[in-house]
């Protein structure tokens, strides 16, 4: 009613202090109201004028009392927090993102779950030949990520075990990278598919490191399964990290770690590659065997966002 929104009009202005300039802002969705938005306006404001010393200042007002009226209940506030936009979680389907521990790849998931996808994420490791510190720092992202989506389900492949050793072993150093990523791609397209996932999401940026080029990404795309979306190809460095720094993942992003693509690394990685390149080049290797033996070595959990240690997950 006219004489309940008033009351509580009046008691959200009242710890407000004194001599404040206010405008009423109402939005109305309910036909059983019976005042309309503009007349309500008029008549909260009106009384708020009466009930204190507040002078009304449509243009620039201290003070915005916003009125939403909507199935039989009124809703009053004198304060607005902006959350962080987007689309509501999981309206537009299931991904997979490739999260590495940089700065780069927690931010491209984040952006990605502002457009309503729901994000499953894999990470690929060095271990037992490097530290445990990336995959400790990955799960502290991805506890970060849960802010924005309420769990995440993830997925940890022995990387050097499976798939490094073997490219180092066979394959010329230069193309060493390269090969890394049509390894990964292969093997997060065979994750996602088992979990019902439909893309991949990277954080690669065009033009950072030699396999960001345009023609390694190419080459890195014509092996997926799926089709791999990088939300953050034309964005400069440093915007990336201001973006990190905002969502609350840069401070574990630069904490120090030992990544998969660092061990191992070539001295002369190829710029520019092309899919029949490569795929002579994958001719020495087993590829489908390669692909088959790190997806059945994973480990998965999740992460939630209300519960303190990661949480293992059954395979499928």
């Known amino acids: 009613t006219l004489e309940a929104l008033t009351a509580t009009t009046l008691a959200v202005a009242a710890p407000l202090g004194p001599r404040r300039t206010f405008a009423v802002r109402v939005k ?60 509501p979680y999981g309206t537009t389907g299931h991904g997979l993102a490739l999260i590495s521990g940089g700065i780069d790849s927690p931010v491209a998931a984040w952006l990605m779950m502002g457009r ?35 769990s995440i389900d993830a997925a940890f492949v022995p990387f050097a075990e499976t798939v490094q050793r073997r490219i180092v072993e066979a394959a010329p150093s230069r193309y060493r990278v390269v090969l890394y990523r049509r390894f990964m791609v292969r093997i997060a397209g065979a994750l996602a598919e088992a979990a019902g996932a439909t893309c991949l999401v990277t954080g ?12 390694n990404l190419a080459t890195v795309d014509a092996a997926s399964p799926l089709p791999v979306f990088r939300p953050l190809i034309g964005l400069s460095k440093e915007r990336i990290m201001d973006e990190a720094r905002r969502i609350g993942t840069y401070d574990v992003s630069i904490q120090p770690d030992e990544d998969c693509c660092a061990y191992l690394m070539p001295r002369d990685p190829a710029a520019a590659t092309t899919h029949a390149e ?36 059954r395979r499928r």
Not at 32 to 45: F, I, K, N, P, V
Not at 75 to 86: E, I, K, Y
Not at 204 to 215: C, E, N
Request: charged share 25%; aromatic share 6%.
């Open 28 to 87: 109305k969705a309910d036909s059983g109201y019976a005042y309309g938005a503009s007349e309500t306006e008029r008549l909260l404001g009106a009384e708020v004028c009466a009930r204190t010393d507040w002078k009304v200042d449509l243009g620039d007002p201290e003070v915005t009392l916003r009125v939403e009226i909507v199935n039989g209940k009124g809703f009053v506030a004198a304060r607005r927090l902006d959350g962080p936009g987007g689309l």
């Open 116 to 150: 309503g996808l729901k994000v499953s994420a894999v990470h690929f490791h060095s271990a037992p030949f490097t530290t445990a510190a990336s995959q400790d720092k990955v799960k502290e992202l991805l506890r970060v990520l849960t802010r924005r989506q309420p």
């Open 204 to 215: 690669d940026a065009l033009g950072q490191v030699a396999s960001q080029t345009i023609a």
């Open 278 to 313: 490569l795929l002579e080049v994958e001719k020495a290797l087993e590829v489908e065997s390669m692909t088959r033996a790190a997806v059945l070595a994973h480990g998965s959990f999740t992460i939630r966002f209300d519960v303190a240690e990661p949480v293992p997950r």
